[in-house]
């Protein structure tokens, strides 16, 4: 296998003149902002996703142990000479598994095989339930692990979403991980997960992490109504969780834009503004795609509306039979959209305008096998 480039501190600091971009950039990767690396089987050709301001995507190509083309599609790259924060971190990523690699028992030579034409990439399930891709070439297959997308729920279980609301709830939960299997398998490059929670007096995560659909189907267990609805602990929560450190951390490949789906009955019962000024910081909730659903009368549009982002992506269901059709439209709007590209629209936008077009006269048809939808 061919060896990755040798970098040196040194030579990394030669490719900027300004030793804050410097300072940045390896900041940005001890703090593990490359959320995606992919590299060439030759280990000359990277690319990657680097979280900012904005997600920002690095190419790299290496003749040697030389860079002789580096592009990044944030402001700072076209704007000043030499190379940017984002570069940089990718940078000491590419150093970091060329020592890896050197450190790596050397494995015994195989006597040479004859070619053989390569074959298209397959996919694959471990036993957890993720999902890999596999290039093969004949006798040799090398596994790699797909980007994750975690889809986010959290639900209002104040007492006044007691009866049929959170009945429905609990109905349409049950059908979640069909949904999500069906669309991963349309999405080759993408592994969802999903992370449930409820809040009513406190948050409870019915995940303990983000699991695979399949685990999903064990861990979930109906809700009940009951206390009052503190949205502004939920926020605080989805903060902590929406990290390296907690939900965000253990794929190699790194992670897209998770999608967050939000229910809720009626008014805060606790400070919402500053958690959500709070969580307005984090790189993952802005690169987020966000849906609310607002139920009944009593239901704050404005507030959701303000943790969304825009008005656009509140659905209003003043029907509450109808809960469940919804969070299950918008679970494979969102992971669909989420997870495959969407005609040059960034996502959010794809999503906003599939729930404008939602005819509430009419059934919600959602395309997805072994869903019994005349049930609505």
Known sequence: MEKYPNITDSYIRSLTDKAITYAKGKDYYEKNFITALRESRDRHTFDAEVAGTDFYTVHLEFRGNKLAVCDCDCPAFSKYDGACKHIIATLFKVQELARADATQPKKESKKEQPKKEPQNIINKTTKDGNRKMSRYDGDNIEEVAARTMALFYLFDQSGSMSGTKIGQVNYAMKDIPKIIKDVADGAPNANIVVAAASFSNDVNWITPQ???????????????????????????????????????????????????????????????????????????????????????????????????????????????????????????????????????????????????????????VVDIPDIDDSQW
């Open 210 to 364: 983000p699991v695979s659909p399949d685990e999903f189907m064990n861990i979930w267990h109906d809700i009940s109504a009951g206390g009052l609805t503190s949205l502004g602990a939920a926020l605080r929560s989805l903060n902590e969780k929406m990290s390296r450190k907690a939900f965000l951390g253990d794929n190699p490949m790194g992670y897209l834009a998770p999608g967050i789906i939000l229910l809720s009955d009626g008014e805060p019962t606790d400070d919402w503004e500053t958690p959500l000024r709070e969580l307005r910081k984090n790189n993952w909730f802005k690169a987020a795609v966000k849906v609310a659903f607002a139920v009944g009368e009593d239901a704050n549009k404005d507030i959701l509306g303000e943790v969304c982002g825009s008005k656009e992506a509140v659905v209003s269901i003043d029907d509450p039979e109808k809960i469940r059709q919804y969070i299950k439209f918008v679970t494979a709007t969102v992971s669909k959209t989420g997870t495959t590209s969407s005609a040059g629209k960034d996502p959010q936008t794809a999503v906003n305008e599939a729930l404008a077009n939602i005819d509430d006269n009419q059934p919600i």
